[in-house]
């Protein structure tokens, strides 16, 4: 899981990107909690996209789901928002897994839906 990694690095990021901060996309699992602890950030408007199956989902998860902030998509396909919907987008755990001929689908894709940016956690996470 790499949701704790991007949470620590929320510090980081708001120094970083400062205003870019306002509209964040997360694409990745636990993305319920990571858009959670976002929208507690003053300022901040967060989605997410869940590539994986959320059955066990909690009620707080669910609720996300249910308003449209949270949705469940395969990221392999066109993501379901306009150009530029987003400052900035942060993608964790969820590339790793993507043949070549997907990623060079997503990745653009992802480029999309950003106005200021993309971070990427990738790799195995602590």
């Not at 300022?43 to 707080?60: C, F, K, L, M, Q």
């Not at 998860?61 to 987008?89: H, T």
């Not at 990623?103 to 999309?112: E, G, H, I, Q, S």
Request: charged share 25%.
């Amino acid at each position: 899981m790499c949701a704790g990694e991007v949470l620590r690095a929320i510090p980081i990021l708001q120094k970083a990107y400062g205003d870019s901060l306002h509209k964040v996309l997360h694409v990745g699992p636990d993305t319920c909690y990571v858009v959670s602890k976002f929208l507690k950030e003053e300022e901040t408007e967060a989605w997410g996209i869940e590539p994986y199956d959320v059955e066990d989902a909690d009620g707080n998860c669910k609720a996300l789901i249910g308003k449209g902030i949270v949705r469940m998509a395969d990221i392999k396909f066109p993501l379901p928002y306009r150009p530029k919907s987003f400052s900035l987008v942060i993608v964790s755990d969820a590339l790793d897994f993507l043949s070549p001929r997907y990623l060079n689908k997503t990745l653009p894709d992802l480029a999309r839906v950003s106005a200021d940016g993309i971070v990427i956690f990738t790799g195995k996470c602590t």
